[in-house]
């Protein structure tokens, strides 16, 4: 299987002015679920996107409120947002020409049972991204969302499946070594992740309490729900079936991921060779940074940004592949690469309004 020809991706400043836009409008968007941490990310990128109009925020629990209560990070005075509604006023506000752009940050399962019951919202926007494992299968004519693997029919898309925030870190980590076929057996990937992941809705095994002070170990194994997704990704991107075991664990912090991925190698390879065809399958990746051998990512590094960072060397006389990665699981690993999937199918420069650099303060 032939690797797949990628494009440069083209670094943009937040503020400049893209040439030969796309329709040559601004995109009008509604975000579901802007009640959740993603769908909070979002709107706060948004904001900052000059191409991007949050024409539409929809909660159950905050409908009818003024948008300050359900965004308490933005500041009103400075910024006009409509007051938040009801997903079943959705269909109307569409109908009425509102929004031409949907962003669904609703929990699994729920926009495929709400596109069901309003068939307007899942085909008549121009362009739908789901944050959520809906459609990561493809179904419905739905891309999966990676650009950095996809980015030619992501830029003829207008049904975009996000990957998890696993997935993302998971492929990116080995997104070289799939390309080229390094691999020779299954991949073994451990993770901690900031406790965001597991969204807003309070639980007792993210409060306070249970997590502070400690890291754990939860849905270890092949029972994890991205474990079919990162199988069904690796193999794709291999060209043959990647089995997949993962040991994800849960660390007392808010955001962050920082990832290890290991398998066996096809043939034997240096540190240094694994690095060079790293380094060269990333370097025009605006969002990628291949960290110089020695040097291993941290999540606080990547904290607020949209770029993930990627280390890799050989163990056990160059037969074992050691891959390691780093994201932000609320920037990279969903709202900002729903951006991300934005800008490519607008025909905005890619990096055009997202973040690349870290706060680790």
């Not at 990676?146 to 898309?157: C, F, G, H, I, K």
């Not at 499946?161 to 799939?178: E, F, I, K, Q, R």
């Not at 291993?296 to 960072?309: I, M, Y």
Request: glycine share 10%; aromatic share 6%.
């Amino acid at each position: 299987m032939t690797a797949p020809v990628v494009a440069p991706a083209t670094r943009t400043a937040p503020d400049e002015a893209p040439r030969g836009t796309v329709r040559g409008r601004v995109a009008r968007v509604a975000v579901l679920g802007a009640s959740g941490y993603s769908g909070h990310e979002f709107v706060r990128l948004g904001l900052a996107h000059p191409g991007l109009e949050i024409a539409a925020l929809v909660s159950r629990e905050f409908a009818g409120q003024p948008a300050s209560a359900l965004l308490p990070g933005v500041d009103s005075r400075v910024t006009d947002l409509p007051r938040p509604v009801a997903p079943d006023a959705l269909p109307a506000l569409f109908a009425d020409g509102a929004f031409d752009t949907l962003v669904a940050c609703l929990p699994h399962g729920a926009w495929r049972k709400l596109a069901a019951e309003h068939p307007s919202l899942a085909t008549g926007p121009a362009c739908v991204v789901d944050l959520s494992s809906d459609f990561r299968d493809g179904a419905d004519g739905y891309v999966y969302g990676l650009p950095e693997a996809y980015r030619d029919a992501l830029a003829r898309a207008t049904r975009i499946a996000n990957p998890g925030c696993y997935p993302t870190a998971a492929t990116l980590s080995l997104l070289p070594a799939l390309e080229q076929h390094w691999l020779a057996g299954p991949v073994t990937v451990t993770a901690l992740s900031g406790v965001s992941g597991a969204g807003r809705a309070p639980s007792l095994r993210t409060s306070f309490t249970e997590l502070d002070g400690g890291a754990a170990f939860y849905k270890v194994g092949e029972v994890h729900q991205h474990v079919p997704e990162m199988s069904r990704n690796f193999g794709r991107l291999a060209g043959a079936d990647v089995p997949v075991a993962f040991a994800p664990q849960l660390a007392p912090m808010s955001r962050g991921i920082l990832l290890t991925a290991i398998a066996p190698l096809a043939r034997p390879l240096t540190p240094e060779q694994a690095h060079d065809a790293y380094a060269e399958r990333y370097a025009d990746e605006g969002f990628v940074r291949v960290l110089e051998p020695g040097t291993w990512p941290e999540t606080r590094l990547v904290k607020g940004s949209n770029r993930c960072d990627v280390a890799v060397t050989t163990v056990h006389g160059g037969r074992t592949l050691l891959a390691t990665a780093a994201i932000d699981n609320l920037v990279k690993g969903a709202a900002g690469q729903a951006i991300q999937n934005l800008n490519l199918v607008l025909g905005w420069p890619e990096g055009w309004g997202l973040p690349v650099h870290g706060s680790p303060w």
